[in-house]
């Protein structure tokens, strides 16, 4: 116990199911002590159906909040325990409603004074403690909380808030050209591109940002350079030319954040319209460029190749 207790927040699911199994085997028992021929896991169609009679399979979805297909086979086995029916519905003769039998029907009033004993243990359980007294209102709240936003959001969130809390996007300085020169030229080889589009632009870095001509951010972390954005300007326009994020830390929105500081940069320099080009074999980074606000404009074919093959793909941005 000390064990789960130790865990806190991270083990919450579990100890919930440790919970949930220690209760439906406990009431498991009760029924059969008392001879009952009922499961737990029919209760919660019974006691909807006892509550607001005949239902269609998708209200009883749609009230228990579960799938058609599970509330389908709940359907199934009760039949076959000769517990419930389908009827016609007097209003709708399409509609098909599940009712009780009359063998159904005889076992409610067995089951009812057993509900009532539950309902008054688990209230004297609860009581017990000053916390538990409150904990149904507790998980009320909690399932609203989760409606809201699911905990896989937050999870995700709070995941990507720790892979970029250590990263920062700088200008890049003299000081990173060997790790920059290092970046572009492993990109070029992972890809196999066999050709450069501007040598300047990677040999004499420094001259094309003095120039205005180029702009180019560095992503660091522990000023270690883990990858880059390259952008060529001319005639207020701009086009991505790299974005490379060293291997180990790639999967880590690294390039989100790359993407997002350059186009805030060439937004301040008065920079109108961005385009990036790339091979569509890199088609998964079209999200990223998606979520940044890029329109994929069209995609360009590559006779060297099949149609399958290669080709580009051209995306833009235009910045009011």
Known sequence: ??????????????????VSEKFLTDVSKVYKVLDIPFEVSWFPIFYLLNQKGALSVTEIARELQITHSAVSQWVNVLQKKRLIKF???????????????????????????????????????LAEGKDSVNLLDALS????????????????????????????????????????????LNWLIHNNEGTVSDSDLINHPDDKIRQEDALILMAKSQEA???????????????IVYLVVDEPWQRRQI???????????????????????FDR????????????????????????????????????????
């Not at 959001?153 to 990507?160: D, M, P």
């Not at 790359?258 to 961005?274: D, F």
Request: aromatic share 6%; proline share 3%.
């Open 1 to 18: 116990m000390d064990f789960y207790r130790k865990t806190g927040e991270l083990i919450f699911g579990t100890r919930l199911k440790r």
């Open 87 to 125: 009827t016609d519905d007097a209003n709708d003769r399409r509609k098909r409603l599940v009712d009780f039998t009359a063998k159904g029907s005889r076992l409610i009033p067995t089951l009812e004074p057993i509900w009532e004993s539950m309902t008054k243990a688990m209230q004297n359980l």
């Open 141 to 184: 709240q909690l399932e609203d909380s989760i409606e809201k936003e699911s905990l896989y959001a937050r999870i995700i969130r709070e995941v990507r808030k720790t892979q970029l809390g250590d990263i920062t996007v700088c200008p890049y300085i003299p000081a990173d050209e060997g790790p920059f020169k290092n970046l572009i």
């Open 225 to 239: 350079c883990i990858g880059t954005i390259v952008v060529q300007v001319a005639d207020g326009r701009a086009e």
């Open 255 to 277: 390039g989100k954040k790359l993407v997002q500081e350059a186009v805030q940069n060439l937004k301040n320099r008065q920079i109108r319209h961005i385009r990036v080009q």
């Open 281 to 320: 074999r890199m088609s998964h980074v079209i999200k990223l460029f998606k979520d940044a606000g890029f329109l994929l404009q069209s995609v360009t074919s590559d006779e060297a190749y099949s149609e399958t093959e290669r080709g580009t793909l051209n995306m833009d941005l235009h910045l009011t």
